[in-house]
């Protein structure tokens, strides 16, 4: 069954309305290689300006930094010695052993795309590095199930698309920014200097100068057909395209096999419907902590408790009113 089709879900809450699966990225960061093909293609296809002198970090090897308004994938680079590979590992034997959210048994469905290279048949092993390694990971958009920017967004600028992607229409955005706070990922935000004023001055150059920006999962591609230009041009198959159902499945079998490996830190993130954003579109393969990654551990959408919080409220709003009235009548005693 759809993600997108059961009661209380995204087609009940946010209108996506469609019985067709969702579609959505599976990010093996295991075999990621850092080569920001991503990141290039994403930029070109989009036509979103670079990110400051493309000067190297000093905390490491990246350029970009983090997601934002101009940058919709970006690359991480984290290094890491033997005593923390080994913290990682046993990190993942105690999460494999109470249990963990979408860790389940090999599975023999099919791959969310088809690749731009058939590699099936390459050694997609890990090089065996025990003292050292490099994290790298490609993230994007989470395109949640529950999206607090769809939520928030006060002029219906921001959609549900036929795909299940959240996609911002630039030409209806009027920059108030009050998406970008809503956001537990950190990912969208305004396309310029800040949020502090919603009525930034747009340049003719780029009339999309003070609206909201992010992912779109290239919606102009998907209608016509085509893959996201990111998977479609990673070289590794580290980012793959596809249907949800089919990408986690993948996913799953992914980490089972590593496991096996004796790489018990890898796990996924975004693949459990019970967390606070209803599970994402964007699935990753992990190899250490969310936290490693520059991701929430335990993500919640802003919105998920208003009405418990408007309940709350009410209550203590006749609270109030019954006190007061009690006052009232033994102040006339």
């Given at each position: 069954m759809s993600l997108l089709a059961g009661p209380g879900g995204p087609a009940a809450e946010t209108g996506w309305g469609h019985d067709h699966e969702r579609k959505g990225f599976f990010t093996d960061t295991s075999i990621c290689i850092g080569c920001k093909a991503c990141e290039v293609a994403c930029k070109e296809w989009n036509r979103n300006p670079i990110?400051?002198?493309?000067?190297?970090?000093?905390?490491?090897?990246?350029?970009?930094?983090?997601?934002?308004?101009?940058?919709?994938?970006?690359?991480?680079?984290?290094?890491?010695g033997q005593e923390r590979i080994e913290e990682a590992r046993e990190s993942g034997r105690k999460l494999v052993s109470l249990g963990m959210p979408g860790i389940g048994p090999k599975s023999s469905?099919?791959?969310?795309?088809?690749?731009?290279?058939?590699?099936?048949?390459?050694?997609?092993?890990?090089?065996?590095?025990?003292?050292?390694?490099?994290l790298m990971s490609s993230d994007v958009c989470k395109h949640c199930t529950n999206a607090g920017c769809l939520d928030v967004c006060p002029t219906g600028a921001i959609f549900r698309s036929e795909f299940g992607s959240v996609v911002v229409q630039q030409d209806v955005c009027n920059g108030c920014g009050t998406c970008v706070s809503a956001c537990p990922f950190g990912v969208i935000e305004r396309r310029d200097d800040g949020t502090v004023s919603p009525f930034a001055v747009r340049e003719e150059e780029d009339p999309r100068q003070g609206t909201a920006s992010k992912c779109t999962l290239c919606y102009d591609r998907l209608v016509d057909g085509e893959e996201p230009a990111c998977s479609a041009t990673c070289p590794t198959q580290s980012i793959t395209f596809g249907d949800h159902p089919d990408l986690t499945a993948d996913a799953k079998q992914?980490?089972?096999?590593?496991?096996?490996?004796?790489?018990?830190?890898?796990?996924?993130?975004?693949?459990?419907?019970?967390?606070?954003?209803g599970g994402t579109g964007s699935v990753f393969l992990l190899l250490d902590e969310p936290e490693v990654y520059g991701l929430p551990p335990d993500p919640q959408v802003p919105t998920k408790s208003l009405t418990r919080t408007y309940a709350r409220t009410g209550l203590a709003a006749a609270g109030m009113v019954a006190v007061a009235a009690l006052s009232f009548l033994g102040a006339r005693r």
């Amino acid at each position: 069954m759809s993600l997108l089709a059961g009661p209380g879900g995204p087609a009940a809450e946010t209108g996506w309305g469609h019985d067709h699966e969702r579609k959505g990225f599976f990010t093996d960061t295991s075999i990621c290689i850092g080569c920001k093909a991503c990141e290039v293609a994403c930029k070109e296809w989009n036509r979103n300006p670079i990110d400051g002198n493309l000067e190297i970090l000093g905390s490491s090897y990246d350029n970009t930094g983090e997601l934002g308004a101009n940058t919709w994938r970006h690359v991480a680079f984290v290094e890491q010695g033997q005593e923390r590979i080994e913290e990682a590992r046993e990190s993942g034997r105690k999460l494999v052993s109470l249990g963990m959210p979408g860790i389940g048994p090999k599975s023999s469905g099919p791959r969310g795309a088809t690749p731009a290279g058939d590699l099936s048949d390459v050694d997609r092993t890990p090089p065996d590095t025990p003292e050292f390694r490099w994290l790298m990971s490609s993230d994007v958009c989470k395109h949640c199930t529950n999206a607090g920017c769809l939520d928030v967004c006060p002029t219906g600028a921001i959609f549900r698309s036929e795909f299940g992607s959240v996609v911002v229409q630039q030409d209806v955005c009027n920059g108030c920014g009050t998406c970008v706070s809503a956001c537990p990922f950190g990912v969208i935000e305004r396309r310029d200097d800040g949020t502090v004023s919603p009525f930034a001055v747009r340049e003719e150059e780029d009339p999309r100068q003070g609206t909201a920006s992010k992912c779109t999962l290239c919606y102009d591609r998907l209608v016509d057909g085509e893959e996201p230009a990111c998977s479609a041009t990673c070289p590794t198959q580290s980012i793959t395209f596809g249907d949800h159902p089919d990408l986690t499945a993948d996913a799953k079998q992914r980490v089972a096999d590593l496991h096996e490996r004796g790489m018990t830190e890898a796990r996924l993130y975004g693949t459990n419907p019970k967390d606070g954003v209803g599970g994402t579109g964007s699935v990753f393969l992990l190899l250490d902590e969310p936290e490693v990654y520059g991701l929430p551990p335990d993500p919640q959408v802003p919105t998920k408790s208003l009405t418990r919080t408007y309940a709350r409220t009410g209550l203590a709003a006749a609270g109030m009113v019954a006190v007061a009235a009690l006052s009232f009548l033994g102040a006339r005693r």
